[in-house]
């Protein structure tokens, strides 16, 4: 039985799981697929760091195989999302009973045990149904789009407003997409062709090229006002100073990804332009809209090339998502739990 478990960075082992109970109030799930994600490579890597040892995996859909007398919404037999955020239980909002407000959601592979593993047992309300309409594969996107359902909420801007996206790796893209969806204009910036080809085959008009035309671009695009608002995902690698480029004054900056990656932000040139720094790091509170939006094909991942794994070692995968290269082509590499 697969269970990976992360010793220390860079030691990852597959060792025996003890058997577990399942509590009233718990259900017991068989998991199906694992989606490998620049997150895991990170805490993998020990650029983040986790409270070792942890079971690595972040994003997992499986099927109920026992559920509690006293599980509501589920039942044996059900697939499911693992939810890979939790309430962390220490903040104030969660003292106070408002879980859902939670200030700092814990995440899986880093504050709890992740999903690559053959069976996880959890509470009821730590998994999400989910509709026959959606494949498992966009199901392992669904924290993608929450995240960029979230950035959404946060940018706060009208429709026809223009948002600059930094880097079209598969969070980007996927945050530009919902953004479009949501009638907002979307101009990725990436040095990437295929990222920017992929970006135009989803619809995004303004894929523009990070070189020495950018700001020309940049000012045909936006009538020489430049975005409403700037969007740097985090694990693009490209130049932070690229957010302040593309912001009109006044406007709001937001750090947007899973990996919490370190790098420099240009504190002259956000107080230069006024510009208010926001960070999205996880779509917690956001998992029913965003397997709304799945439901509804707002987003369109078939431009995503995919490689599912039946025999694997999960120590070369996470090695090679360090390539920047592999990284921006957007590729999918999937788990398969079931053979």
Known sequence: MDNWILKNAGLLVNEPA????????EVKVKVAYVLASNFDAVLYSGETRAS???????????????????????????????????????????????????ASPAIAGRDFDGFLRDFVVCKYTDV???????????????EAVALAEHVYDKLELSAG?????????????????????????PIIIDNTPQALEKARACGI?????????????????????LCDAAVYTTCSRLDPALTMRALADGKRAVLAGFAP???????????????????????????????????????????????????????????????????????????????
């Open 52 to 102: 070792y040892p942890k079971a690595i995996g972040r994003f997992a859909v499986g099927r109920i195989t026992e559920a509690g007398e006293k599980c509501y919404g589920v039942e044996k037999n059900m697939r499911v999302l693992l939810q890979p955020a939790r309430a962390c239980g220490n903040c104030l909002a969660c003292k106070t009973g408002k879980e859902d407000e939670c």
């Open 128 to 142: 999400a149904p989910l509709p026959d309409s959606v494949s498992d594969t966009e199901a392992l996107c669904t």
């Open 205 to 225: 008009y303004y894929s523009f090229a990070a070189d020495e035309e950018l700001m020309e671009n940049l000012n045909e695009a936006t009538s020489g006002q």
């Open 161 to 185: 407003s223009r948002v600059a996206v930094i880097g079209s790796n598969f969070a980007g893209n996927i945050l530009a997409q919902v953004l479009q969806y949501h009638k907002l204009i």
């Open 261 to 339: 990656i370190n790098f420099n932000i240009p504190a002259r040139e956000l107080c230069d332009k006024n510009a208010t720094l926001l960070s999205v790091m996880n779509g917690y509170g956001y998992t029913d809209t965003a397997i709304n939006l799945l439901v509804h094909k707002a987003v369109n991942f078939s431009i995503f090339e995919k490689e599912i794994l039946t025999e694997y070692d999960p120590n070369a995968v996470y090695k090679s998502m360090a390539d920047v290269t592999a990284v921006r082509r957007g590729k999918m590499t999937i788990f398969k739990m079931i053979i």
């Open 18 to 25: 003890r058997e577990q109970s399942v509590g009233e109030d």
